[in-house]
């Protein structure tokens, strides 16, 4: 059973950095694809990013140019840099883990953590 454990949430100004962590531990071989998902209060979640285990990536358009995401395969761990941070960048987030074939399937979720951007 895959487990994801997230770190790196807070409270941050606008204008500001935060860098999220997920260290995923599991032996499950079908999953090749980890991501961030976020839900802001009284909305539904969305995709932030994603990225397999060959580092193809897809981004939200909202936090295309400002965050990045990164991996390392060795250390099942995945990264979400946020930069350039905006007060309605302030959710939850959610690190997933799944499968990318022909297109992107998250099965299993994080607990999330808090990020807040304070105007």
């Known amino acids: 059973q895959e487990q994801l454990v997230e770190s790196g949430g807070g409270l941050v100004q606008a204008g500001g950095s935060l860098r999220l962590s997920c260290a995923a531990s599991?032996?499950?071989?079908?999953?090749?694809?980890m991501g961030w998902y976020r839900q802001a209060p009284g909305k539904q979640r969305e995709l932030v990013a994603g990225?397999?285990?060959?580092?193809?990536?897809i981004y939200a358009n909202f936090v295309r140019g400002r965050f990045t995401i990164s991996r390392d395969n060795a250390k099942n761990t995945v990264y979400l840099q946020m930069n350039s941070l905006k007060p309605e960048d302030t959710a939850v987030y959610y690190c997933v883990a799944g499968a990318y074939g022909r297109s992107w399937y998250f099965s299993h979720w994080g607990q999330g953590t808090q990020v807040t951007v304070s105007s």
């Open positions: 990225i397999t285990s060959g580092n193809r990536t």
């Open positions: 599991g032996t499950s071989s079908s999953i090749n694809a």
